[in-house]
């Protein structure tokens, strides 16, 4: 059963009902609709870690008491996992801990094996984290985005039939950080098989939005692997996660090593673990995972369906208070949103983005972000910049790197912030507010 947490939920966060200082010194409430970098947190994850941490030991082969509940928990916290995404045969995939979405694919680029000829093949659409480790592994491969900012899906099978076999791994993001955009990873990945090739999901924008099922409705459709991070999910304390297939581990070498990867260790020989202990080197951070296990039971018991449809409003609400608005320049479609999490981006024409979100901070205590949000290929083609225009303030001093600005919801954001929100940048956009 699911619980209404509608007329509280704010109540529910740590720091929403924290006043900030204005321009002025004086103190107001503060907006945040800067969710798609950082949430905050559960008061019940807090509470949560403080009463664990009466039992906080060492996970392992430790023989106390506390240890064997610290491990215990340890180890509950990846079953649970595999029952949340909906993982049908267990015996095949793996959970790995990391410390953020960024350190996941890297581990996956680094680790998971290759012939000198191979090409990953990912997205324009794509966070620089989805991006830049597989440059660094070696040949990469994109699929274009059309004007509106989608992916041009057409340009995935055709790239996979040109490289005849030669793509052994997709890796593509589940949801834009920048338009919000929601990529069908199913269907995606239902193509990527067709060619005996495996998907790498990029869940760091979707798992928090979105219930995913990594097993899909049949085998051609799931996910071999999904990687997200516990900050977007009102979780503090630095966690993320890599789900994937245990056999594509299994005859990789880890690409840490240290205590907790081996069996043993010889003068000139080292035997590794199985996975995902040999993938896990050093002692893993319990107090984050089991954070993280708490605010996924949090949103479990709110409802995917609730949060879709709520974030689906405030988006709605916003397009159409930004086409009120003169000298708005919206990016990404603004007529057909139902493929979009609550994400928008925007700019005021002959305004500097860094001008308009920091106004929107210090005279208002709205918290926006602002730039090209680490997907600077991706906001570039929205913005319809070429690659000598957009270098130009790297040589010279009078211009400055351009940029949007976003704003980004989550469940505890209403439709009231929305509307001062939006009465604000009417008044920045009409230059009353400078």
Known sequence: MKINYENNIQDLFIGLDEKVCDSNGDCIDGINFDNAATTPPLKSSIKYI?????????????????????????????????????????????????????????????????????????????????????????????????????????ELEEKLKVHCGKIKYVSLTGASNVTGYINDIHFIAKIVHKYNAKLIVDGAQLVPHKKVNISGDSDDEQIDFLVFSSHKIYSPF???????????????DPDYLGGGTVELVLDNKINFLLPPDKNEAGTPNFIGVMSLINSLKFIDNIGYDYIEEHEKQLLQHTIEG??????????????????????????????????????????????????????????????????????????????????????????YNSIGEVDLFLNVLEDISLRKIK
């Open 50 to 154: 403080e009463e664990l941490s009466k039992n906080y030991a060492s996970i392992g082969r430790g023989t106390g008491q506390k240890a064997e509940i610290t491990t215990n928990l340890y180890k509950e916290s990846k079953n649970f996992l595999m029952k949340f995404f909906n993982i049908k045969s267990i015996e095949k995939y793996v959970v790995i801990y990391v410390n953020n979405s960024t350190e996941g694919i890297n581990k996956l680029a680094n680790t998971l094996k290759t012939k000198e000829d191979e090409i990953v093949l990912t997205s324009r659409m794509e966070h620089h984290s989805n991006d830049l480790p597989w440059r660094k592994r070696g040949k990469v491969d994109y699929i274009e985005v059309d004007k509106k900012g989608r992916l041009k899906l057409e």
């Open 238 to 252: 630095g966690v993320g996660v890599i789900i994937g297939l245990k056999e594509d581990f299994i005859n990789s």
């Open 322 to 411: 930004f086409k009120r608005i003169p000298n708005i320049i919206n990016y990404g479609d603004t007529e057909n949103i139902s493929d979009r999490l609550g994400i928008a981006t925007f700019n005021i024409n002959n305004m500097y983005h860094h001008d308009v979100a920091n106004i929107l901070a210090k005279k208002k205590g709205i918290s926006v972000r602002h730039g090209w949000f680490c997907a600077h290929p991706y906001c570039r083609r929205l913005m319809n910049v070429g690659e000598d225009e957009a270098k130009e303030f790297l040589e010279n001093p009078a211009k400055k790197m351009l940029g949007m600005v976003r704003v980004s919801f989550a469940l």
